[in-house]
Each structure stands twice: as C-alpha cells, then as structure tokens.
C-alpha cells in the first residue's frame, strides 16, 4: 500500500510550546487520515482531510493538506500535558501500513 | 455499542502453538484490518477484508490467516507461534473507505 513519510520521528516541547507534524508524499494522495496513540493505548481517529488546500480545526489543533495532495500537517497551538502520545498520518487506512509516527512528549 | 472488542487481552504462548485471536465490531462495518505494532514502532498491516468473505493481504501476512465468515467477526489465527510475533496486535473496522477506522483496545502477545 501507499505509504507517507513522517517526520520529526520525536519532538519534546516544553508545556504552552507550538508542536507541527508532517506528512510527505512523492505520489498525489486521495485523502489523508490523521490519528493520535496515547502511551499504552490504541490508536484514535482525529479527522480525514481529501481536497486540495483543505484545512480543518479542533480546538487547538489544526490540519492542512497540501495544494497538490502530497503533504499535509498537524499543528498543536500551546501544547498541553493531554497532548502527549505518538500521531500517525496514513493514506488509504486500513489497507496501509501506519508509519512509525511523530512522538510528542510535553515538559510541564 | 461495544465498539471494537478485541480478546484475549494478554495471552502468552509457547513456541509452535496456535491461536486465534478474536475481533468482533457491533457497529456494522464492512470494512475490517490486522494490525500488528511492535514496541517504538508503527502499526503495520497483516490482514485486511473489505466485506464478509473477503479477505486479503497485508504488509506482513506470512505465520496469520483470517476469515470473514459474518460482517461482525474477523479472527487472526497464528498458525505456529515464534518469538517474533511477540507483539502488540490491533483490529480496527470502518464503514466506509472515507470514514475514520474504530480500533479495539489490542492484544498483548508474548511467545516464549
């Protein structure tokens, strides 16, 4: 399956600190699916992003997909203690495999 | 709704054994993946059906099998356990490819 690259693979932030993730692909993406593990949990679907230029919030986060649907971002405003775990990006769920992710940890 | 129930949750197993590790979803959804997530790591695709009946391959398919006998149940059967899938394993289903994917809470394998 197709498959993005994440990258920072790690970010630790201190406590009310920006946090941005990103997705990158070579190949045009149908769509995009963003998802948040905590430590010792399973994975929990935040929002799918498929048309150009798209941009979606909640609450302190915002995604963003790319004009030409080969990358897009998550981006955390003043992070908090709630935000730790490790966020997956992923095309074509459930029929790719997940990367290894971007691991935030928050400094209090 | 239970949502996606995965069981067991811990299971140990020795070399050569077999299992079957179950998933079932009460919420109607066609679509159903294995997932298999070592530690550190991402979740890495096993299996995958798209409807009763339907079944096919993932990235690391080779020691599981699966069936999709009825929309609400989607077994992995390891066939002769090794060491290497000591691991965490995943189910997750959707209903639709444009919808998020519901996992369940996962599978702690440790093979010894």
């Known amino acids: 399956g197709q498959q993005v690259m994440q990258i920072p693979q790690y970010q630790h932030v201190q406590e009310g600190e920006d946090f941005t993730t990103y997705c990158n692909s070579s190949?045009?993406?149908?769509?995009i699916q963003w998802y948040k593990q905590r430590p010792g949990g399973h994975p929990v679907f935040l929002i799918q992003?498929?048309?150009?230029?798209e941009v979606k919030k909640q609450k302190r986060l915002t995604f963003q997909f790319g004009e030409a649907k080969k990358n897009s971002s998550l981006h955390i405003t003043a992070t908090q203690t709630t935000d730790v775990g490790t966020y997956f990006c992923?095309?074509?769920?459930?029929?790719?495999?997940f990367g290894d992710g971007t691991t935030l940890t928050v400094k209090p | 709704n239970a949502g996606v129930t995965q069981t067991p949750k811990f299971q140990v197993l020795k070399t050569g054994q077999s299992m079957t590790l179950q998933c079932a979803q009460d919420?109607?959804?066609?679509?159903m993946s294995w997932y298999r997530q070592d530690p550190g790591m991402g979740l890495r695709l096993i299996h995958y059906?798209?409807?009763?009946?339907?079944?096919d391959q993932g990235e690391v398919p080779n020691g599981y099998n699966v069936s999709r006998s009825t929309t609400e149940d989607f077994p992995l059967r390891l066939l002769s356990a090794a060491p290497s899938q000591t691991s965490v394993y995943f189910c997750?289903?959707?209903?639709?490819?444009?919808?998020?994917?519901?996992f369940g809470s996962g599978t702690r394998l440790t093979v010894v």
């Open positions: 997750a289903s959707t209903k639709a490819e444009s919808y998020g994917y519901t």
């Open positions: 992923v095309t074509n769920a459930g029929k790719s495999t």
């Open positions: 059906s798209v409807g009763a009946g339907i079944t």
């Open positions: 190949t045009t993406l149908s769509n």
């Open positions: 919420m109607n959804h066609e679509y």
């Open positions: 992003l498929v048309k150009s230029g």
